[in-house]
């Protein structure tokens, strides 16, 4: 399963991607939307791990390109804000699958990945 992590704290990202890759997924983290959009580019991706508040860029603008050039691809957004909490993340992000706070455990988020990802295939 193949993820992408955009964070703009490189430290929370780095901290999910090696929990991530202890349970076997191929993961890659950046911290920017250009840097984002130019992976999904290049790249297949299952599951985008999105940061809701990007410090470079924007988050729906990630999530648009990742629908627009890979479909199939789920969103899971990490945010530690309060926007969106009504859950209309849903009706402005079409990939969206689940909306977490930046805090979630790393376990936690590899169940949803996990679970996301099987929806997927």
Do not use: C
Request: hydrophobic share 45%; no cysteine.
């Amino acid at each position: 399963m193949k993820v992408l992590i955009v964070e703009s704290r490189p430290e929370l990202g780095a901290l999910w991607q090696r929990h991530l890759r202890r349970q076997g997924m191929d993961v890659a983290a950046v911290t920017t939307q250009e840097a984002a959009t130019a992976y999904i580019a290049d790249r297949t991706v299952d599951i985008v791990i999105l940061d809701l508040v990007l410090a470079n860029g924007s988050a729906l603008a990630v999530s648009d390109y990742a629908h627009y050039r890979q479909p199939n691809a789920r969103v899971i957004f990490v945010t530690n804000t309060s926007f969106f909490s009504d859950g209309s993340i849903f009706w402005h992000a079409a990939n969206a699958r689940a909306f977490l706070p930046s805090g979630t455990p790393p376990d936690d988020l590899a169940a949803m990945v996990e679970h996301y990802a099987a929806k997927g295939r």
